[in-house]
T-cell receptor, first 114, second 109 residues
């Protein structure tokens, strides 16, 4: 059984640029959630995708967008990067939509915005 | 908005002692309360969870208690070991999961 994998693991961007982060969900899981984890903080919910449709969104602006593909892998896109977007971005897959199933996290993509 | 407060932010214990981490949530609709452990350079991993129809749950050295009236839940680790050292996050939710700010637990041999 393959776990959740994320790419890239590290990347550096400058203000105003755009970034795409990728996530492959665990086999058999149809739900992917994205979280932003600033240094020393807990993960903050960005949004969740269930069977290719957005299924809930946290308090993030529209420049944070996502996609889920038929194989349930997912992308997180962030436009017009700001310095405060520097964080670890975590993807988690689960077999249940909503918030009541175990989340299986990847190791994250660490984004630095200069 | 929904909020989960977690205390303490850091906790140091001697090997073999117990550790307790407490959380308070604001959204009364929350019905699922998991605890995650995050080791350095890794994503969080579920260690135990509890649902709103249960007051207490135990799994070997780990136990969680829930007081829905007071909107409090706690993690108890007994007989701590050095490998328990990590950052622990509580979370609460119904349609989306809100995480606490984390507790860095250090267990000294």
């Amino acid at each position: 059984e393959t776990g959740v994998t994320q790419s890239p693991t590290h990347l550096i961007k400058t203000r105003g640029q755009q970034v795409t982060l990728r996530c492959s969900s665990q086999s058999g899981h149809n739900t992917v959630s994205w979280y932003q984890q600033a240094l020393g903080q807990g993960p903050q919910f960005i949004f969740q995708y269930y069977r290719e449709e957005e299924n809930g969104r946290g308090n993030f602006p529209p420049r944070f967008s996502g996609l889920q593909f038929p194989n349930y892998s997912s992308e997180l896109n962030v436009n017009a990067l700001e310095l405060d977007d520097s964080a670890l971005y975590l993807c988690a897959s689960s077999s249940l939509a909503g918030a009541t199933g175990e989340l299986f996290f990847g190791e994250g993509s660490r984004l630095t915005v200069l | 908005g929904e909020n989960v407060e977690q205390h303490p932010s850091t906790l140091s214990v001697q090997e073999g002692d117990s550790a307790v981490i407490k959380c308070t949530y604001s959204d009364s609709a929350s019905n699922y309360f998991p605890w995650y452990k995050q080791e350095l350079g890794k994503g969080p991993q579920l260690i135990i969870d509890i649902r709103s129809n249960v007051g207490e749950k135990k799994d070997q050295r780990i136990a969680v208690t829930l007081n829905k009236t007071a909107k409090h839940f706690s993690l108890h680790i007994t007989e701590t070991q050095p490998e328990d050292s990590a950052v622990y996050f509580c979370a609460a939710g119904a349609d989306k999961l809100i995480f606490g700010t984390g507790t860095r637990l250090q267990v000294f041999p």
